[in-house]
């Protein structure tokens, strides 16, 4: 059964759409990865479904509950993890996270061992007693989390948790996604990183625009990029001519040339010869090849695929 389900959901300032009719359901105990460049409007799809924006058109539902009709048993099933960190410079991290765990009614014995187990599970019982303004980026991020699983909720819903942080934090967090996921909660993880996205979510909605383009579990995405990949040439001399040979080539689709020409990304389709075929053409031109990658179809190729932009370039 569908724990969360999107129907024709639209928000809209004035007259501008961001957030246009956007339909999708996610599953108890899911991973869902909103994957989108900057402004795709992954934020305001989840201020609609935390029930911090009135929604313009459409219904949300969790665990069967309307986000318009019934938004107190919607909240009380959610913990928001924001973009913007929502942690008091002036409280301790204990104090930080039992504040949170006061507004879910917890009190007592209960209390106490929940926003303990909460520290614990993001790393930072040691520091219960510090102030946030005496930690690190990625550890505001880490009480940040603290704050909002100590209700146990069955939905998480986590906005860009990882940006700018270090490595370290960030393998923290991925890794206590899977966790809470372990323990029985479902995901929404939103992103524009393609690679997290793909390291930990079941399933992806790509959006673009307000818009969702593609939805479905990894193999069904990877599915709908058909048979392409991407070779990557890099060459020591720019060649117009070799170039212009190669996207002449049947089975060539494209072929962006970078770095004046010394770096040429080949989208190809499927074919057994078509390697051979360019480097002949690069040969044939006097072209000596400096390193050679094959990139595999992923989440990248179908974004590109399906806008004709880059999802890196926004
Ligand atoms: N209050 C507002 N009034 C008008 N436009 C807004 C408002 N809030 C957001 N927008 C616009 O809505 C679009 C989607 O923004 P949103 O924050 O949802 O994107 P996002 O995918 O979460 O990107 P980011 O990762 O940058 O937050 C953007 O173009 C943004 O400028």
């Not at 990949?229 to 170039?243: G, K």
Request: overall charge neutral; charged content about 25%.
């Amino acid at each position: 059964m569908s724990l969360v389900t999107f129907k024709d959901v639209v928000k809209k300032y004035d007259s501008t759409i961001t957030v246009n009719h956007l339909t999708f359901d996610i599953g108890e105990g899911e991973i869902f990865g909103l994957l989108g460049p900057n402004g795709a409007g992954k934020s305001t799809s989840i201020h609609m479904l935390s029930g911090l924006l009135p929604l313009s058109g459409g219904e949300i539902t969790v665990g069967g509950h309307s986000i318009r009709k019934q938004p107190l048993e919607v909240k009380r099933l959610i913990g928001l993890v924001p973009q913007e960190l929502a942690i008091y410079d002036m409280l301790t991290a204990w104090e930080n996270v039992s504040f949170f765990a006061k507004l879910y009614g917890l009190r007592g014995k209960l209390l106490k061992e929940r926003v303990e187990e909460s520290l614990q599970f993001v790393g930072l019982l040691e520091r219960a007693k510090d102030k946030p303004s005496t930690f690190s980026g990625g550890m505001k991020r880490r009480l940040n989390i603290a704050c909002a699983i100590t209700h146990r909720p069955k939905l998480i819903i986590m906005d860009e948790p990882t940006v700018g942080i270090d490595p370290q934090s960030r393998n923290h967090i991925l890794d206590s996604v899977r966790e809470l996921n372990r323990l029985g909660s479902a995901i929404i993880y939103t992103s524009h990183y393609m690679e997290e996205v793909d390291a930990i979510c079941s399933r992806i909605g790509i959006v673009d625009k307000g818009k969702l383009i593609a939805c479905g579990s990894k193999e069904q995405l990877r599915q709908q990029v058909g048979q392409e990949e991407r070779i990557i040439f890099e060459v020591d001399q720019a060649h117009q001519a070799a170039a212009k040979e190669m996207g002449e080539h049947p089975a060539v689709k494209q072929i962006d040339e970078q770095d004046g020409q010394r770096r040429l990304e080949v989208t190809v389709k499927d074919s057994p010869s078509v390697l051979q075929d360019l480097l002949f053409i690069l040969q044939k031109h006097g072209i000596s090849l400096r390193q050679l990658t094959r990139v595999e179809p992923n989440l990248e190729s179908l974004f590109l695929q399906l806008t004709g932009r880059s999802l890196r370039d926004e």
